[in-house]
């Protein structure tokens, strides 16, 4: 029986066996018994961190430290409110940073704990605690966000839509007539994106539009 720790793009935790191609963590989620409760983060800190680091074998729920987390690929991990380790993915976290000035016109990269601040008011309802969307329209998306495309989360990605599963990306879509989307992906991650930082995405993304 696979763990609850696989995130999907709306920010569910859920028991699933697919594989994916980052980890990261929000902190300790989880009680003694590897379950978890109604808490899904205790720190404004959500990165996602390289799958292997040093060879290094860890359990993916120790007691009390923290919760190892699944992500499919990057742009799940940033429609979901993540963003790149600065100690696993020094070099993708200062892109990202440095993606993040070019976009609000800043003079320098911007602190770590700076990134999280704004990302936490963006990702999630205070009242409610649920993932906090926006409406956008389709055209101005970068490629690497994703969106609610019926019903389902779907992948921005050379002017098509790509329909998310834990199995890869299934055909590509283009969605004749449609203005405005759902947007999953948090309006600073969705400017990181537009200012130039390129997301690990799954083979099959690039594969679809072949």
Avoid at 136 to 143: K, N, Y
Wanted: proline share 9%; with cysteine; net charge positive.
């Amino acid at each position: 029986m696979p763990l609850q720790n696989r995130v999907l793009p709306t920010q569910e935790i859920v028991a699933d066996p697919g594989r994916g191609l980052l980890m990261g963590n929000r902190g300790s989620l989880h009680s003694p018994d590897r379950r978890l409760g109604t808490t899904r983060w205790r720190s404004k800190a959500w990165i996602c961190c390289v799958l292997d680091w040093k060879g290094i074998r860890r359990d993916p729920m120790p007691p009390g430290r923290w919760t190892a987390l699944f992500f499919f690929d990057e742009a799940v991990a940033l429609a979901a409110g993540h963003r790149p380790c600065h100690y696993c993915r020094r070099r993708d976290f200062l892109l990202y940073a440095g993606a993040w000035a070019r976009g609000r016109d800043l003079p320098e990269r911007p602190r770590a704990a700076e990134l999280d601040a704004v990302l936490h008011s963006e990702r999630v309802e205070s009242r409610t605690r649920r993932q906090r969307t926006t409406v956008q329209d389709l055209a101005e998306l970068p490629d690497g966000a994703m969106v609610r495309f019926d019903g389902r989360p779907a992948l921005v990605l050379e002017q098509h839509v790509l329909p998310w599963t834990w199995e890869g990306y299934e055909q590509p879509r283009r969605p004749a007539g449609l203005a405005q989307v759902e947007t999953l992906t948090p309006p600073a991650n969705l400017l990181v994106l537009k200012a130039g930082f390129a997301p690990l995405l799954h083979p099959s993304a690039r594969s679809q539009l072949r």
